[in-house]
Each structure stands twice: as structure tokens, then as C-alpha cells.
């Protein structure tokens, strides 16, 4: 049965359900207020009575223990005033009272007068409107004073305030909801625009933008994280874009030039040489495969996928490579730096970096491993002519080629700086390119293991 109402809650709008939880809490706090109002007013105004009650006690006291009561006894503000004698019977009044049936019998006077505390009395026995508020005191020679006030006019003024209450509870709380409704409906606007400007959104209309309020507030912190999610997107798309229009350019070489060795091998058979018809086929299916491997691991690693997560021993990773490249190695002092991380992702880019020094070196190329602080270090430097500062940067990115090196990077697609890169940025590092004087040295900056 609980079920059926939270479902419906659930489906109901922002606006309603914001409306409705702020009317029901004005509601239950109001109404809480107003218990609490009458609560505190009523007793305020018990205490005014039994304040003015006590004090004419204490005069009726004084003047019947100095022996000039008046008789009949003067009324003040409606009191009420009994005096009786040792016997119980009363020997002076007021004339609005009884002045044979005592107001207290003798039990509760005798009561009232040990304990001091005024008491509630129904008046209607004695003819005297309403309830009473009654107070027993005790006098010289056995005397005891009785003094009471009709609780009526209280009485009728906490009714009277408990109506106003009541009937101006509900029109305040329809204005509550009214205001409510128009507030949260023009705080809700704005994300109504966001959400028809994220409807207009769609793959012809790549570089639209959501409507940004212009108030200063969560909805335009909002706005602005969609909109730079939209540019990151954008940018995105565009690099998945240029990167399949950049591959297939790449794939487009090899291939035609495989399908032209085939034509012209299977159009003249019996003067081809097949031995080198296949080695050349050989090694555009290399080109191929080295460039259908380095894209793979572009996707993986803009993925954000590592392989592993292992300790690599860089010094270890260098003198190997050095060792087989048959390359100079400068290890810095102190224990061999570590590295957490993929070892063939590593490896990967060592062997990017030293592939492509090799191809530009003139004569040396040298591999260096240090640790600095909490960083290590990995550098790979040539003495070659080196890339200009401002072109730097530029080739880290993919399928980049300079005019120099394009003559010289025979069958390379310009992915292998890229790569590094991208391998790198996923292991927490960073890379960069500075000059060697001669040469260019490229180095790589990858966070120590704990």
C-alpha cells in the first residue's frame, strides 16, 4: 500500500513536489507555533490571574489581621473574596459571592491554605459564571481568606485566538504555495532552456551551445560544466575525425602501392622477378601491420587502459636496450629508479624514442636514467640537427611529420611521437623535447613507486 503513493510522488514534477514539501513543512511548523503560542499565552495569562489573586489575598490578609475589613468587602476587578472564621463560617464578603457555602470545603481549604498553590473551580455550583481560579490564605486568630477570578475572559480570548489561528493558517499557507509555485517555476526556467538547448543538440550541430543564465548561481556552474563538456566532446569528435581521416590517408599508400606490384607482377609473369615482387609486398604488409598496431594502442591508451600495473626497473629497461641497439648508456647514481606501471608500454616508448634518434643522429645516440626527488628520469639524446623550438610540441601530435624528416622517415606514419605521448600521460609522466647542443634530447618524466 506504501508503494502506490511514493510512486505517484515520484512521478509528479520538480515544481509540484518542491511546492508541495515546503506548503506541508509551513504547515507542520505553524501549526506546531501555534500550538505552542496558545500554549505559552494561556499560561501567561493564568499566571496575570493568580498574580492579581494573590496579591488581594494578601491585602484581605493584612486588613483582617489589623481589624478593618469593610463589610461587605469592596470588589477589585471582579475578584472574589470570602473570609471565614475559625468555625468555617464566613463572617465577610463581597457581594458578588455566596455569603453562607464556602467556595473551598473544608478538606480543600485546608489543603489549599498548607500548599499555597491556586487551583481551578467550577463556578456553576455557586451560580458564578465560568471557572475559577481560586487561592486559599490563612490569617491571625484561625482566619482563612478565600479570593477567586472568573477564568472566563481568558478563557474566551484563547478561543478567540485559536480561531484567528485556524482561519488564517490556511490563507497563509495558500499564499506560501502560491509564491512557491512562482518562484520555483522561474528558478526551474532556466533549466528548462538547458534542456531544450541539450534537445537541439545533435550530430549536425556539433558546435551548438547551451543557453548560460546570467545569474551568478548553481544552474550557471551548471550550464557552464555542460557547455565545457560539449567543447571536450567537440574536441574530441574532431580528433576521431582527423584521426580516421589521417589512417585511412596513411592506409591508402601501402595498399596501392601492394595492389600495384600485383598488377604489374600479374600482368607480365614471365619477366617478373617474384622474389622481389614479394619483398616488396613484404614490406608494405610490415608498413601495414606496424601501423594497424600503433592505432590499436592509440585507442587503448585514449581509453585510458593500461595493461598492468607492475614495477618497471627503468635502468634495467635501458642498459637492455642499449645493449641491443648497441647505444651509450649514462646511469645517474643512487639505487636504480622504479616505476609502477606496464613494462611494455614503457618499453614501447623508449624504443619509439630511440627509433626515432636513430634516424636522425649523425653518429651517437645516448639512453640516460636518473632519479630527482620523487620523479624519475629517462632521456634519450642524439646529435642530429635537432627540431626547431617552435615545432616542438607540434610533434607530439598524430600522423605529424616535419619537411626534414619526412625525407629521411621513410615508411613512418607519425604516430610513434604521439604514442609516447599518450603512454606517458596515462602513467601520471610527462614528455618533452629540449635542445642537446648538437642534437635534440627527449625527455621523459614518470612519478617514483612508493
Given at each position: 500500500?506504501?508503494?502506490?503513493?511514493?510512486?505517484?510522488?515520484r512521478?509528479?514534477?520538480?515544481?509540484?513536489?518542491?511546492t508541495?514539501?515546503a506548503?506541508?513543512?509551513?504547515?507542520?511548523?505553524?501549526?506546531?507555533?501555534?500550538?505552542?503560542?496558545?500554549?505559552?499565552?494561556?499560561?501567561?495569562?493564568v499566571?496575570?490571574i493568580?498574580?492579581?489573586?494573590y496579591?488581594r489575598?494578601?491585602?484581605i490578609?493584612?486588613l483582617s489581621?489589623a481589624?478593618r475589613?469593610?463589610?461587605?468587602?469592596?470588589?477589585?476587578?471582579n475578584?472574589?473574596?470570602?473570609?471565614?472564621?475559625?468555625?468555617?463560617?464566613?463572617?465577610d464578603?463581597t457581594?458578588?459571592t455566596?455569603?453562607l457555602?464556602?467556595?473551598?470545603?473544608a478538606?480543600?481549604?485546608?489543603?489549599?491554605?498548607?500548599t499555597?498553590?491556586?487551583?481551578?473551580l467550577?463556578?456553576?455550583p455557586?451560580?458564578?459564571?465560568?471557572?475559577?481560579?481560586?487561592?486559599?490564605?490563612?490569617?491571625?486568630?484561625?482566619v482563612t481568606?478565600?479570593?477567586?477570578?472568573s477564568?472566563?475572559?481568558?478563557?474566551?480570548s484563547?478561543?478567540?485566538?485559536?480561531h484567528v489561528?485556524?482561519?488564517g493558517?490556511?490563507i497563509l499557507?495558500?499564499?506560501l504555495?502560491?509564491?512557491?509555485?512562482?518562484v520555483v517555476?522561474r528558478?526551474?526556467?532556466p533549466?528548462a532552456?538547458?534542456?531544450?538547448g541539450a534537445?537541439?543538440?545533435?550530430?549536425?550541430?556539433?558546435?551548438?551551445?547551451?543557453p548560460?543564465?546570467?545569474?551568478r548561481?548553481?544552474?550557471?556552474?551548471l550550464?557552464?560544466?555542460?557547455?565545457?563538456m560539449?567543447?571536450?566532446?567537440?574536441?574530441?569528435?574532431a580528433?576521431?575525425?582527423?584521426?580516421?581521416?589521417?589512417a585511412?590517408?596513411?592506409?591508402?599508400?601501402?595498399?596501392?602501392?601492394?595492389?600495384?606490384?600485383?598488377?604489374?607482377?600479374?600482368?607480365?609473369?614471365?619477366?617478373?622477378?617474384?622474389?622481389?615482387?614479394?619483398?616488396?609486398?613484404?614490406?608494405?604488409t610490415l608498413r601495414?601491420?606496424?601501423?594497424a598496431?600503433?592505432l590499436?594502442?592509440?585507442?587503448?591508451l585514449?581509453?585510458?587502459?593500461?595493461?598492468?600495473?607492475?614495477?618497471?626497473?627503468?635502468?634495467?629497461?635501458?642498459?637492455?636496450?642499449?645493449?641491443?641497439?648497441?647505444?651509450?648508456?649514462d646511469?645517474?647514481?643512487?639505487?636504480?629508479?622504479?616505476?609502477?606501471?606496464?613494462?611494455?608500454?614503457l618499453?614501447?616508448?623508449l624504443?619509439?624514442?630511440?627509433?626515432?634518434?636513430?634516424?636522425?643522429?649523425?653518429?651517437?645516440?645516448?639512453?640516460?636514467?636518473r632519479?630527482?626527488?620523487?620523479?624519475?628520469?629517462?632521456?634519450?639524446?642524439?646529435?642530429?640537427?635537432g627540431?626547431?623550438?617552435?615545432?616542438r610540441?607540434r610533434?607530439?601530435?598524430r600522423?605529424t611529420?616535419?619537411?626534414d624528416?619526412?625525407s629521411?622517415?621513410v615508411?613512418?606514419?607519425?604516430l610513434?611521437?604521439?604514442?609516447?605521448?599518450?603512454?606517458v600521460?596515462?602513467?601520471?609522466?610527462?614528455?618533452?623535447?629540449?635542445?642537446?647542443?648538437?642534437g635534440?634530447?627527449?625527455?621523459?618524466?614518470?612519478?617514483?613507486?612508493?
Amino acid at each position: 500500500m506504501l508503494a502506490r503513493p511514493v510512486t505517484w510522488w515520484r512521478r509528479q514534477s520538480l515544481r509540484f513536489r518542491v511546492t508541495a514539501a515546503a506548503t506541508a513543512v509551513l504547515a507542520l511548523a505553524l501549526g506546531v507555533s501555534a500550538y505552542v503560542f496558545v500554549g505559552v499565552l494561556g499560561e501567561a495569562l493564568v499566571r496575570g490571574i493568580d498574580d492579581q489573586v494573590y496579591q488581594r489575598g494578601r491585602e484581605i490578609v493584612a486588613l483582617s489581621d489589623a481589624n478593618r475589613l469593610s463589610d461587605p468587602v469592596v470588589a477589585v476587578d471582579n475578584t472574589i473574596v470570602q473570609v471565614l472564621d475559625r468555625d468555617g463560617r464566613i463572617v465577610d464578603a463581597t457581594p458578588n459571592t455566596d455569603r453562607l457555602v464556602p467556595l473551598l470545603p473544608a478538606r480543600e481549604r485546608e489543603a489549599a491554605v498548607r500548599t499555597g498553590a491556586p487551583r481551578f473551580l467550577d463556578g456553576r455550583p455557586y451560580a458564578l459564571p465560568g471557572p475559577l481560579r481560586v487561592r486559599a490564605l490563612s490569617a491571625d486568630r484561625g482566619v482563612t481568606v478565600i479570593v477567586a477570578r472568573s477564568f472566563a475572559e481568558v478563557e474566551s480570548s484563547l478561543v478567540t485566538t485559536g480561531h484567528v489561528l485556524i482561519a488564517g493558517m490556511p490563507i497563509l499557507l495558500a499564499l506560501l504555495a502560491a509564491v512557491s509555485w512562482l518562484v520555483v517555476g522561474r528558478t526551474l526556467r532556466p533549466i528548462a532552456l538547458l534542456r531544450r538547448g541539450a534537445a537541439e543538440v545533435g550530430g549536425t550541430a556539433r558546435s551548438r551551445r547551451l543557453p548560460v543564465p546570467e545569474a551568478r548561481d548553481e544552474v550557471h556552474a551548471l550550464a557552464t560544466t555542460l557547455n565545457d563538456m560539449l567543447g571536450r566532446l567537440e574536441e574530441a569528435d574532431a580528433r576521431q575525425r582527423a584521426l580516421v581521416s589521417d589512417a585511412a590517408h596513411e592506409l591508402r599508400s601501402p595498399l596501392a602501392s601492394i595492389r600495384l606490384q600485383l598488377e604489374v607482377a600479374l600482368s607480365h609473369p614471365d619477366g617478373q622477378d617474384w622474389k622481389e615482387t614479394a619483398e616488396g609486398v613484404l614490406e608494405d604488409t610490415l608498413r601495414l601491420s606496424r601501423l594497424a598496431e600503433d592505432l590499436l594502442a592509440l585507442a587503448r591508451l585514449d581509453e585510458g587502459r593500461l595493461g598492468r600495473r607492475e614495477p618497471v626497473d627503468l635502468a634495467d629497461m635501458a642498459r637492455r636496450t642499449a645493449e641491443r641497439y648497441g647505444l651509450d648508456l649514462d646511469l645517474g647514481p643512487g639505487p636504480s629508479p622504479v616505476v609502477p606501471g606496464d613494462a611494455l608500454d614503457l618499453r614501447r616508448v623508449l624504443a619509439n624514442l630511440v627509433d626515432n634518434a636513430l634516424r636522425h643522429a649523425a653518429s651517437t645516440v645516448r639512453i640516460g636514467v636518473r632519479a630527482d626527488g620523487t620523479t624519475a628520469e629517462l632521456s634519450v639524446t642524439d646529435d642530429g640537427p635537432g627540431i626547431p623550438p617552435e615545432d616542438r610540441e607540434r610533434v607530439f601530435d598524430r600522423f605529424t611529420r616535419l619537411d626534414d624528416a619526412r625525407s629521411r622517415d621513410v615508411g613512418g606514419a607519425g604516430l610513434g611521437l604521439a604514442i609516447v605521448r599518450t603512454t606517458v600521460e596515462a602513467h601520471g609522466g610527462t614528455v618533452h623535447l629540449e635542445d642537446a647542443s648538437p642534437g635534440l634530447r627527449a625527455v621523459v618524466r614518470l612519478p617514483l613507486a612508493r
